[in-house]
């Protein structure tokens, strides 16, 4: 059967009714279950248009869309490792000094008696007169002093009086420069050679040798 309807548009519409025959179903509790979740689920749609949950639903998907970029949080960095302590060396090792133990000086003699007499000068042992004074003995060998080279080439000349302490067997005691002839270099020449010669020591009035000084000049001269 077709239905003729006119469209809004001017346009016309032809519907077919069909009608289909179905066998007869006896009603089954599956059947009226799905019934009653259709009516209900119709029924919520209603309810929800009403309140204007539709309109809401609509708003929020008009809404613009945020769009936010998200950053890496970075970590934050390493803090710098702690400073080393200090390397504290450990002190040397403590060695006390040796001990040393002071003697107590030396207490001064006892004074047994204290006077303000001085007491007399000693008396000088009194010595025979000398008959024959010490000298050279001319039958010993003595070597003349060296001129020293150096005095030789600036011409220096002069004379050294030497004076010998003589012992009563000949050999010279003591020794000393009297007069110097101006230059130490012949002076010392003088007084090292003659030192060694061999005298003839001092006689007294008995005859006996004795202890006693004698002087000899010597003169330097350039041949």
Known sequence: MLYDTPSPQGRRILFRSTTLSYPYQTSSPRRFG??????LLHVAIIYALVNGLGSAVVDVL????????????????????????PVIHPPPPYIPPPLIQLAPPPSPPPVANVTTVRPPAPTP???PPIARAAGLDPNQSC??????????????????????LIGANGSVEQARIAT????????????????????????????????????????????
């Open 62 to 85: 008009r809404a613009p869309l945020k769009t936010e970029v998200i950053q890496d949080v970075k970590p934050p960095p390493e803090a710098p490792p702690p400073p080393q302590p």
């Open 125 to 127: 042992v009194a010595r």
């Open 34 to 39: 799905g019934i009653a979740f259709v009516v």
């Open 180 to 223: 110097s002839s101006g230059h130490d270099q012949l002076d010392q020449a003088a007084l090292q050679a003659l030192s060694a010669c061999k005298f003839k020591p001092a006689l007294n009035a008995n005859g006996q040798p004795q202890e006693a000084w004698t002087s000899i000049p010597y003169v330097w001269t350039l041949n």
């Open 143 to 164: 070597t003349a002093p060296e001129y020293p080279e150096q005095a030789e080439d600036m011409g220096q000349t002069g004379t050294t009086l030497l004076q010998f």
